[in-house]
Each structure stands twice: as structure tokens, then as C-alpha cells.
């Protein structure tokens, strides 16, 4: 075991993977010489090669595009998209080409990509450099979506990527990037995609969260149970698709209540899918209202300190308070 | 000027009389199997088909210097001709017409004409147009990475030049030097947007020194000359000298598909004319000027392939439909 | 009023609109001399001009990037996606562009754009003519987005489109074009963006759906009041984002009982936010489960007529059943 | 051949003394504003800025032939010496950069630099690069469409030629003969990757033939060759010939904005001989070799800016911040 930050975590994980297979290359906007604009791949390109390194054109429908190729003839790529929000122009190339290869030949062509992409806000990014992505391409058939929130899960997540033989796109909360520490096994071990984990035990309601929601989640469940007593049960859901409904609704049949937290614009947003898995799975089973909490339907977070913080919290401790007006519900 | 032996232009590109005489199947094989399909379609067993008349000359020549079992072909819908070379046989394009389970593109899961097949290195490919361009760069840079001898085909239309991925496949082939060859059939259409409404300039190869690597312009009626372009620029990839555009000018004989009605944008005037360059009547005068098939020869070969394609079509109309709930599999690779 | 199909319909009123105002022009592939693949646009080209109706280069990006600029200088374009399942390449400028450009410009700027796209399935299209876009835009902030199922809402609401400032995705399904007729109110009749309309009353349970489902819903309802007197009130959605929540709660609220049904792949679709929704706002008033009917999760309907009858209709007569097994509960 | 008077460069551009002065006050606002607004990130005070020095020469020059009022401009996020001539204030510049309700661009909301006014004729732009070339098309043909006078001009860097929008954006430009001038400012690095890895050509101007439409290389360090670049395009454009595409050689001093560190990827060497074509430099050189300005007056025009920039500050810094609840407002027209 070692303490690692999440964005230690990713880059030992991807370095060693690459250490041991020859046929996972990086590619993206400044992985090179500046070793990736969050330092990931620092000094990478002299240790594998510009080969296995590759500083790509400003393109990301090509990125994609030209990943797409080099896992259909033998290679394991690693996109990185510099930041989640400038992924849209590769969305035909995702959506139209990696995900439906295996569909659309009926078995014969798999695509084994990793798309890798910093996503979230609460880091003074603005409009396009805070946006969450998940819900898009969670609903999109052929293609697996995860979303770890600390180290151990991100290393683990990682080489499940890249040991799956179908796309996948791997998103990195910038927020948790540095903010969040944790213990991480050593070796190669391997977190499987499609498993929720609980993240804290509770026996009064079941928080169901993910990204650095989720870590403010844990945060209001540590001081609701100081304040009040109340036992809040935290479930990280980790891989958005496909998602794990049995532990989500295993948790929510124990706890009796269940509460939804993103970050992302609430409406349509991933939340929407697991409050209605709970609702039409688990509706006789809960003992109070189903709460969603979602981010305003605003385009992303502005740039402005009040602006953004109220994207994040429009009115103080509203996570908090809303669990708590739900346990005594 | 010394006399010397008028050598045949064959000759100059070292293809046999065996290659000419198999050059020529191929081009009425695409030709026949264009009509039939057509013909099933009229019956309403075909519920959509994609013509390829008119474009036999550009295909079998671009295709024909590729090598089985180590190249790798991208080709669009269109691409009929290309893919008989590549070794589809007009039974397994049968299948894909009438969307069989054992249709080997997609087992009937694709519109017809939507080509695919790991066995014979023939990339799946889908509807949206242009996607493969950037695919057909990352093939040509894993194959290079890994050491191999491999050159990569992309086939597109002129309209496929329009779009981004177009520009950002050529772009890092360019870069990178990779041993892939952009081929574009240019029939002047789009559906039915003229090319005048798809660029500023007359020869799409014009882009290619934007890319860093050479465009040729070439006779697409001009199975010969298409073979000749296509070969260079096959070499040129395997010495690792980097990516080649090559225009094929050509024309489509038939509306863009069974779905279109091209008399809306095209004059009957215009269509005929176009109809006087017929690649495979052009080959036919070629073949016969030189005493290697004349017009007998060439009715049997019609009479031949008709009769495969026959057979192809009734073997094919047998053959069993995909299974309702197969509708499941192969979302991800440990799907039912 | 006029008896006319759902093509006929926006066709008369886009023309209308056309005839009425010389800011508006249309542009996209095959407009031109053929008068788009549907025929929406035969004869423009002449009646307009070539400057009015624009076959552009094949290029979706580029068509609605330019369109977004005429609309930022004084044109109110109409841009015509052929497939929506070709509208991919565009996600950037749709999401990034069209739908931020006044709340980044804090108000300053407006960009009154239409951009019309032929959805759904159901007319052997296969992988790439049969798809529903409608969950990924409808969770884009600062656009609207609405899917019309009858002639007289797709010219109504095609004229509030028009009418808009602000960016509108106007999705046409395309199994309605020919095979949904009704009356069509004569003149320049609108019908708001942003209400969903009951098209069917009843009073044991209530259908929420859109697109052609809609229609499945109306058909199915009809044959179970006559074979066993179950009254189904069916909602029409019509208006994609901004929901109306108002008219599909009160429908549930009064009925008790609610089912949302939906053609896009089941999972994050539309139908888990209108069914998140519905749990969060009106659970007390429900008497029985909540039920969600989508398509599976495959990435479209394929080609083959048994597949693509397979995505459509599982099990004979699915909806049928789910809704008697529904009033039963 | 017979003696005649030299004619300066200036003269032949039809620019005057008054124009030359103003030129480079502008150059100079903007190299000092960029210092400025470093030292306001150093202190704490300005989480974010994108540095321009070194790219006022062809920043300043291809924004003087612009008509305010009538010309439309879509500058990037580099193009603070554009803004500035477009009527910018440095007040102006910094309410954006301390993100306060008055900041004309966005009123916080975007990152500083991201341009937008529509008073001044700004379109306001986004991080995404190379959106805002179709935008740019779009109204080169609206501006077209309605009979007006105006010319559109985008500007970006040379890593923006590697998007699909902007392939996308240029081709339709070429196709309808807009009236809309493309300036690349190629500094030769787009954040680390430099330009032999972003495309496989030497000049980006090469690529204008292949969209019908001339491509013009300038040195970028030269305002007067700048200026001159697009007066002509401008003309150009204005006389219903249709686009340019102009390439401007350039470099960038800092790094690509406060939150980069260049020293990664660019030898200290490289960016200190860069530095001896510094476009202000040369400027003041070539005012003071005619009389126009020496050195003391520049070090007064310095003066004068600077304390310019010291009142905007202080004045910016003062302003109020956005309220947090006006965060829900303007999603559509109708919002909050
Ligand atoms: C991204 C995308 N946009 C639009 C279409 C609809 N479409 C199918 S074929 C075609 C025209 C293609 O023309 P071209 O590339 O010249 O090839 P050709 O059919 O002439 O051989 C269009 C617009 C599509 N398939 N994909
Ligand atoms: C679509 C997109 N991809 C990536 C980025 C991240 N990014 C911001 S600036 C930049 C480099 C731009 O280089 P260039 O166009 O040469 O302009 P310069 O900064 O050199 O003036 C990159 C990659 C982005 N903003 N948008
Ligand atoms: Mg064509
Ligand atoms: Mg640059």
C-alpha cells in the first residue's frame, strides 16, 4: 500500500501497464515533451518513444479517429483528450464508430480503445473546462463509461480498460485529481468495470453519488452522523455504464431512502437514470422520498469565484440538509 | 529516332494477359451483379441497393495492385468492385442484400453495401461518411509501429472530401508518413450536390500538397491508367515513403441509390454522354484492339458470370434469416 | 383545417414561413435541385433562389457552424441535417457553440437557429437512419428541443421554432412522415414549445410518450378500452427540454398509475428523466409500480426485418400488456 | 535607369504619420498589458492569463484595415491586440480578467480572453479552437445575403488548421466567394506540439489553393507587411473576389497562458533569439530611422500606456463581482 493522489494513482497505473505491454501506445495534444497538460505522462516520451508517445495534431474527431484504427490492427491506444469538454467534435467517431464496430460486424471487429478525459469543475476552469460528460455517452450502446473517485479506483479502473476488449471511455474528475489521497495497493491488481462499491456503511439512507460529489456526499455523511446521529450509506457508482443496479438497489432496500448527488446539469443528467432504476426497482421498498440532487441547468460553471460556487452550492450545505431533511422524513 | 517495339501499356505496368483477362471478369462481375441487384430490387426481394456502374474502371484498377492477406482495404459503400477483388463473392453480396444471418459484412445487421470482413483485412465500415479516413491513418501508423509490410487502401467519394475527418485523416498521414493510399472516385455528386456546390477548385488531388504528400489525377474510365496510379503509389507507401491521394474521375451510371431519383439533378443528356466513356467498353476495345478477347470472348464471359450470379442470387434468397432475439449479441464482446 | 401528413405539414408550414419572411433560409445536403431526401424542399430552389436554399458541402459541423453565423448576423437559418443520425459530427457546435452563445456572452449575444433532423426507426434504415438523438440534446442547457408526432403540432410548433430566439433542434420522426395523417388548422397557427399536450383522456393510468410511440400508445390504449374497458390517458411529450413537468404530473396525479414509453435505447433515455421525474414530484400519488418501456440497449434497429422487428416489438404486443398488467396492479 | 525618390513603405500603404503613431501605441498597450497582467497573476489577483507579447506585430497589423461599425471581427483568444483596436479599453480588458459583472465579453462567466461584444462587432468566442472559422463563413454570407458592405475577419494559430471546422469552414468560404479574410498567426507551437508535428507543410498558406482561394505568407513581425497583407485581402473581399487565407510567421514569448511552463519544450535559446525580432522593436527602429518617433518619445508613449493600464486596474479591481444567483441567468431569452 501506498498513499497516492488520484492523478498519481493514473499515471503509475497507465506507466506500468505500458512498461509491461508494447502495444499500448499514448496519444493526444501535448502528452510529448509537456507530458500532457496535468503532467501525466511526464518524461514518458523519452522512456517508450515519440513512436509510443505521440504529440497528436489539434484534431480530436482524429485522435479518436486514428485510435479507432490502431485497435483495430493490434495496438491497445490510450486517447487522451486534453479536457473532457473538447471530446464533442470526436462524438461521431465514438458514438458512430468505436461503439457499434463489434455491433455493425456482427462479432467479427472489436475495438479495444481507452479514451481518457479530465472532466468535472470546482477548479476555476469555466465554461469549458468543467463540464461532466457522463450522461451523453452513458446512454450510448456499445460503449463502457467509467468515472473512479479515488486512487485505489482509478488505478484499478484503468487496467480493467486496458485489459477490456471494448471501448472505453475513462473520465478523470479534475477535482479529484490532487484533492483526493488514498491508500493504493501495490501491483497490478485490477478493479472490475460494472461494480458500484459502497464507500460507507449506513443504515439509515443510501447517498448514491459519483466524481467529486461523491467525496463531498462522504463529507456531509461524516458530519451528519457527528451532529445527529444519522447514518448515512454511501454508494460510488463508479462505472456509469453499464451501471451496477444491484448494488445501488441492494443499498437502497436496506436503508429504506435514497438520495442521488451529481454534479453534472440535473436535468437528463446520469442521476436521472439511477433515480428511475430505484423508482420502478425499489419504490415499495422506500420509506420516504426519492431526492435528486443535480447542478443547475446551466450551461457548465462560470469563470467568476461566486458564480461558481454557486454552481456548486446554491445554498449553503444543501447536501447535508437534504439528507438530513430525508432521514427524518 | 531508332525504331523499337510498340510495348502496350499492360506491358509497361507488368500485367499478364491472365491479369487483363481477370481485370475484365471482375469489372463485368460488378457491372452484372449492379443490374441483378437492381432487378431484385424491382421485385421488392431487395429493399435497398447501391449501384456501382459506371465506377468498374477506377475500382478494379485501384484495387487490383493490393495484395491478399496483407493489405488492408477500406472502401465505402460504393465499393463493390473493390471488394470482389479483395474476395467477396457475389454469393456473400447476395447475403448482404437480402440481409442474411450468414451475410458476412454484418449478418444482415448493416444496409447492404456497408462491407466488412476480418478474414479477407476489409475494415467494417458504417454510414456516416468519411469516418474511415482517420481509421485507415491509425491502421497504417500500427502496421508501421509494428514492422509490418502492409499497405493501407481508403476508398471515398468526392463529396467524403467535405469533411472534417477527411482533413484530419490526411493531415496525420501526412505527418506521420504512413504507408496508406487516399483514393477518391470523383463522380462529380453527392447525392445530387454538384461538385461546383462541394469545392472551390476542379481537382480534389489539388489538396493533397497541403498535406505534404503527392495527388494524382487520373482517367477513373481508365482501368489500365487507375492500375498504373494505384501501383506507384503502392510502391511509394511500401518504401516508406508516405501517403498518396489519388482522383479517379469518374461518373455513376445509376441514381445514388435504389432510394434516389437522380432525375432531378442530373439531364438524361448528361447521363448518356458519361455512358460513352464506359470503363468496360473502353477495356472491351482495348482487349480486343490486341487481339486478347473479342467480342465473343466477351459475351461468354458476360454469359458466364450471369449464370454465377444467378446461382448466387437463389442460393442466397435460401439461405436462413438472423434470429429475432440475435437482435442482443455483440454489444460488448461477453454479450450473448 | 386540412386532412395532411406529418411531411405535408412541415413542408406547408416551412414554406409558408418561407414566403412570409426573406431572413429565413435553409441549407444542408441535397436541399437544392432535389428538393432534400424526404422532398420537404421540391421546387425551393426555384421559388426561392439558390441564395435561400443552399445545398451545402457534406459537412454537418460546417453546415451548423455557418448557420450559427448567419444567425448571428440578422438570418434566421433553418439548417436541414439529412439523417439525425448524421448530426454527430455537429455535437460541438451544437453544444458548444449554438446552445452557450448567450449565456457566455452574458445576454449579448442570441442565436435563433433551427436545425431540423429526420429521427427514429421503423423504416429498415438500419444502424445509421434509424436513431434517437433526442436524450443527448435534451440534456444540453440553453437548447431547445422538441419531436412533434402529429401534423398539426410539427407545423405549430415548426413556426414557434422559427419564432425563437434561441437555438431549437426540431426532430422529425420519420415513420410519421407518411404514415401518422390528421387535420392541420389553416393560417400561421403556433403551438408553444415547452407544453406537453394530453392527446387521450382517461383516468386508470397514464401514458407519457412522444414520436411514433406515441402513437403505439394511442393504438394500444384504444384496443384495451374496447377489450376490457381500461380508460389510458396518453400524454404527448412533444417538447423534449424544456420539459413540462406541470401537464404530465397533473395527468399522473389524477390517474394514479404511470407509464413512460419510448423508442431510443431504454437506458439514460429520455424516459428516465420524465420517469426520475415523475418519482420525485408524485410517488405518494401513485397506486401502482412505475412502469418504463424503452428500446433495448443495442446500439440501433438493424437492417434485417426480423431484428429490426425484434427492437421494436420484443414480445407481441408489449405495450399492450405492460399497460393492462399496470391497471390490474 | 532614372533616379526617384524613395518612397517609404508606409507611404505606399497609404498610411500616415498619425496612423504609425497610433499603430504602435496600440502595440505597445498590448505588450504592456500583458506584463501588467502577469504581475496581476503573480500577486494572486488574476487566476488566469493568456499572454500575447510577441504577436503584436501581425496582431496590429491585419486589425488596421478594419472598419469599425461596418467589419466584423472573430478574433481568438491570443488576439488581445486585435480587441484593442476593435475599441477594447485596458479597463475593459481587465474586468475580465478579475471575472467582474461589467466585464463586456462575458460578465465573468468565460475565462479572460474570450473575446465578445456585440457593440464593438466582437463575436464572442469559446475555448473549443477553431469553432468560430464557420462562424465566420456563416456571416461573411449573411453580410453577403443582405447586400451589406462588411468584411469578416477571423483570426487563429496554427494549430487551429488541424480541426475539421476549420477545413469545413474555409471550404465553404471558397465555394461562395465570401467576403471574409482568414489570418493564421503561426507562433510555431500550439501549447507544446510544434508545428513539424501538427502538419507536413511549411506554410499553412499552402492549403489555401486547395479551397480555391490565394494563401499569402507575411512576416509576422512586420506590422507594415501585416497592415499591407490585408489591406490587399480586405480590398480583395470588398470587391466580391472572395476570400484569403493569410499567414502570418510569428512567435510567442511567454508561456501559452500563466497555467503553462514552456521551458518543457522550448530551449531558453530558441525563445532569446526569437526575442531579437521582437515586432515592437523593429517598429520603433523603423520610426526612428524616418523621424517619426525616437527613442525618448517611445519611452514616453510607454509612459503614458502604463499609467493607463495602472488607473484600469485599479479601477477594474474596484468593480463588483457578478451576483451568485445571476449564474441561472440568460440560458434562453426568456431566463432570469
Ligand atoms: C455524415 C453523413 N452525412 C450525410 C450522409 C448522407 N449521404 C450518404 S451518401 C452521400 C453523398 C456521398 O457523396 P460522395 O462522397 O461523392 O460519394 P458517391 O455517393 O458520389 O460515390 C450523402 C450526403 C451520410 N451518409 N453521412
Ligand atoms: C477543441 C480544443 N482542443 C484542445 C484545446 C486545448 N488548447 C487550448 S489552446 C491549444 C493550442 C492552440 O494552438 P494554436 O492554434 O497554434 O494557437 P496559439 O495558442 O499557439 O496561439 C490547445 C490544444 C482547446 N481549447 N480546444
Ligand atoms: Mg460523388
Ligand atoms: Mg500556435
Redesign the interface.
Known amino acids: 500500500m501506498t498513499e497516492k493522489n488520484v492523478l498519481t494513482a493514473i499515471r503509475d497505473a497507465l506507466h506500468d501497464e505500458m512498461s509491461e505491454d508494447d502495444r499500448i ?1 499514448l496519444l493526444g ?2 502528452v ?4 500532457g ?1 496535468f503532467r501525466i505522462s ?1 518524461g514518458w516520451v523519452m522512456e517508450f518513444g515519440e ?1 509510443r508517445v505521440i ?5 480530436e ?2 485522435i ?12 491497445l ?1 490510450v486517447a487522451e483528450i486534453e479536457f473532457a ?2 471530446i ?2 470526436a ?3 465514438i ?3 468505436a ?12 475495438c479495444p480503445l481507452v479514451i481518457r478525459a479530465p472532466c468535472g469543475g470546482g477548479i ?6 468543467s463540464q461532466s460528460i457522463e ?2 455517452y ?2 450510448v ?2 460503449l ?1 463509461v467509467v468515472l473512479p473517485s479515488t486512487p485505489a479506483d482509478a488505478a484499478g479502473l484503468l487496467r480493467s480498460a486496458l485489459a477490456d ?2 471501448p472505453v471511455l475513462f473520465l478523470e474528475h479534475k477535482k479529484c485529481y490532487r484533492a483526493v489521497k488514498g491508500e493504493v495497493p501495490d501491483g497490478r491488481y485490477t478493479t472490475p468495470i460494472g461494480l458500484a462499491d459502497v464507500k460507507r456503511q449506513g443504515t439509515d439512507l443510501t447517498a448514491v453519488s459519483y466524481g467529486y460529489s461523491l467525496h463531498l456526499c462522504l463529507d456531509a455523511a461524516d458530519r451528519l452522523h457527528q451532529d445527529e446521529g444519522i447514518s448515512v450509506e454511501v454508494v460510488d457508482v463508479r462505472t456509469i ?3 451496477d443496479k444491484q448494488t445501488i438497489l441492494s443499498s437502497v432496500r436496506k436503508t429504506g431512502k435514497a438520495i442521488v448527488v451529481y454534479e453534472d ?1 440535473r ?7 439511477i ?2 432504476t ?3 426497482e425499489a ?2 421498498d ?1 420509506d420516504g ?4 440532487i443535480g447542478g ?4 457548465a460553471m ?6 461558481e ?3 456548486i452550492e446554491p445554498e449553503p450545505d444543501h447536501i447535508y440538509r437534504a439528507m438530513r431533511d430525508l432521514a427524518r422524513f | 529516332m531508332a525504331a523499337r517495339v510498340t510495348e502496350s501499356p499492360h506491358d509497361a505496368l507488368g500485367l499478364s494477359v491472365d491479369d487483363l483477362l481477370a481485370m475484365h471478369r471482375a469489372m463485368v462481375t460488378a457491372r452484372l451483379l449492379d443490374e441483378a441487384a437492381f432487378r431484385q430490387n424491382r421485385m421488392g426481394r431487395a429493399p435497398f441497393v447501391v449501384p456501382v456502374s459506371g465506377h468498374e474502371g477506377c475500382q478494379i484498377g485501384t484495387a487490383w495492385p493490393m495484395r491478399k492477406g496483407i493489405d ?1 482495404w477500406l472502401p465505402y459503400y460504393r465499393d463493390l468492385g473493390v471488394v470482389l477483388v479483395a474476395g467477396m463473392t457475389p454469393y456473400e453480396v447476395f447475403l448482404g442484400i437480402f440481409a442474411k444471418a450468414d ?5 444482415g ?2 444496409m447492404p453495401a ?1 462491407w ?3 478474414r479477407l483485412g476489409i ?2 465500415g ?1 454510414s ?1 461518411i468519411a ?1 474511415q ?11 508501421k ?2 514492422g509490418e509490410d502492409a499497405v493501407v487502401a481508403c476508398w471515398f467519394g468526392e463529396g467524403a472530401t467535405s469533411e ?2 477527411w482533413h ?2 490526411l ?2 498521414a501526412g ?1 506521420h508518413k504512413l504507408p496508406v493510399v487516399f483514393v477518391c472516385e470523383n463522380n462529380h455528386y453527392a447525392i445530387s450536390v454538384p461538385q461546383s456546390k462541394q469545392m472551390a477548385v476542379e481537382n480534389v488531388a489539388d489538396r493533397a500538397p497541403g498535406y505534404g504528400f503527392p495527388g494524382v489525377v487520373v482517367d477513373g474510365n481508365d482501368v489500365l491508367a487507375c492500375y498504373g496510379a494505384m501501383k506507384e503509389a503502392h510502391e511509394r507507401a511500401r518504401r516508406g515513403e508516405g501517403p498518396t491521394l489519388i482522383e479517379c474521375k469518374t461518373y455513376r451510371y445509376f441514381p445514388h441509390t435504389s432510394d434516389d431519383d437522380d432525375k432531378s439533378y442530373r439531364s438524361r443528356e448528361e447521363v448518356e454522354e458519361a455512358r460513352t466513356h464506359d470503363p468496360i467498353a473502353g477495356f472491351e476495345r482495348y482487349l480486343a484492339d490486341r487481339g486478347i478477347l473479342d467480342l465473343p470472348g466477351a459475351a461468354s464471359v458476360r454469359a458466364e458470370v450471369k449464370e454465377q450470379i444467378d446461382g448466387a442470387i437463389t442460393a442466397a434468397w435460401e439461405a436462413p434469416d438472423p434470429e429475432p432475439e440475435s437482435a442482443l ?5 461477453e454479450s450473448p
Do not use: C, W
Open positions: 501506445v495534444e501535448d510529448g515533451a509537456r507530458g497538460v511526464e513512436q504529440d497528436t495534431p489539434l484534431a474527431s482524429g479518436v479517429g486514428v485510435a479507432i484504427g490502431m485497435a483495430l490492427h493490434g495496438l491506444p469538454d473538447f464533442h467534435p462524438f461521431d467517431q458514438v458512430s464508430e461503439a457499434r464496430m463489434r455491433y455493425r460486424s456482427n462479432g467479427d471487429f472489436g476555476h476552469g469555466a465554461l469549458y473546462h450522461a451523453y452513458g446512454h450502446p456499445g463502457k476488449p471494448d455504464a453499464p451501471l446539469n436535468t437528463y443528467g446520469a442521476g436521472a437514470e433515480a428511475s430505484i423508482a420502478e419504490m415499495f422506500l422520498p426519492l431526492v435528486r443547475p441547468d446551466i450551461p462560470p469563470f467568476a469565484a461566486p458564480l460556487h454557486y454552481f | 488492408i451475410d458476412p459484412s454484418s449478418g445487421r448493416q456497408h466488412g470482413s476480418r475494415i467494417s458504417s456516416p469516418t479516413v482517420p481509421h485507415a491513418s491509425g491502421i497504417a501508423y500500427a502496421a509501429y509494428r472534417g475527418d484530419e485523416g493531415n496525420f505527418i449479441g455483440h454489444v460488448f464482446a
